[in-house]
């Protein structure tokens, strides 16, 4: 397969920066952004093996123009995108009794709108090249929900709803749209939880262990392979059995 060019949000750290290892040893051209380079964007952007196919920009993609930037970037310097993988997300802990105003907002504002955003900036696109292949990264916690996590939980039901609505609207143009839902994974995200919790939720499952940003890159992948050319609207689970 020719090299793909693929942006991912949020491929600093955590499961982001495992998509972007996987899409950049599948061979493709890789475009990221997040708030922050990192030790791992760095090493990517001086690595003479990806240094000519891999892209980072500090870029806060809540921030509509700044969003619009960035794909411009991405167009100017690769010429096209062929794979969006919305990855970039954040949690606020907290009963919905005590949640802020801006704690609601930062939550909505990245994992719902800038999502939005960032597709509908990518889909014009791909509605022109007549092809492509988007991934929303949402969260098991959208489906069975989480004591606590009620408004993260919210987005990611809505994430899973945007994935098969907009699969209904781009299939016949070749693109296909798919959620990945993830089990809980060892990244910043759950550092909120404590090590007891960690290990409790790893008995839980029947894999006996949290995921790794790995575990779910691969399924990312397969999702943008010819293989999973007539997958669309899904979500697709990833838990090491835990919802099952
Ligand atoms: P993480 O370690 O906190 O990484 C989040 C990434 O998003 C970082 O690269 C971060 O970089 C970037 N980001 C945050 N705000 C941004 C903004 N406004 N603009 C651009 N980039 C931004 O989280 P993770 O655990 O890897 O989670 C990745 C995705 O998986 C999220 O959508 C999350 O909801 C989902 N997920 C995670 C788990 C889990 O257990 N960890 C489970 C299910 C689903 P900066 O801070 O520098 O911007």
């Known amino acids: 397969m020719s090299s793909r060019v693929v942006v991912i949000t949020g491929g600093s750290r955590g499961l982001g920066a495992g998509i972007v290892q996987a ?3 599948a061979g493709d051209v890789v475009a ?13 952007a001086a690595d003479p093996a990806t240094a000519e196919r891999f892209l980072f920009a500090p870029v806060d993609i809540v ?65 022109l090249a007549g092809s492509g292949r988007i991934v929303n990264i949402s969260s098991i916690v959208g489906l069975s929900g989480y004591r606590g996590l009620s408004v993260y939980s919210a987005t990611k039901a809505g994430l899973d709803g945007f994935s098969r609505s907009l699969a209904r ?18 990244t910043e995200m759950s550092h909120g939880l404590d090590e007891s919790q960690l290990q409790q939720i790893a008995r839980r499952t029947p894999a006996g262990r949290l ?3 790995e575990d779910i890159a691969g399924v990312v992948l397969f999702l943008c392979s010819p293989a999973a050319s007539f997958m669309t609207g ?11």
């Open 169 to 186: 609207e781009l299939g016949a143009r070749g693109i296909t749209v798919n959620s990945v839902a993830p089990g809980y994974l060892r």
């Open 63 to 127: 921030d509509v123009a700044a969003a619009q930037a960035f794909v411009a970037q991405v167009l100017e310097r690769f010429g096209r995108i062929d794979v969006l993988v919305n990855n970039a997300g954040i949690a606020r802990d907290g009963v919905i009794g005590l949640a802020s105003d801006e704690d609601i907002d930062t939550v909505l504002d990245l994992n719902l709108k800038a999502t939005f955003t960032m597709t509908r900036l990518v889909a014009r696109r791909m509605l």
């Open 23 to 25: 899409f950049l040893d």
């Open 32 to 44: 990221t952004c997040s708030r922050s380079a990192t030790p791992r964007t760095d090493a990517w």
């Open 211 to 213: 995921g790794e940003p």
């Open 234 to 244: 899904q979500t697709l689970v990833v838990d090491g059995g835990l919802t099952a």
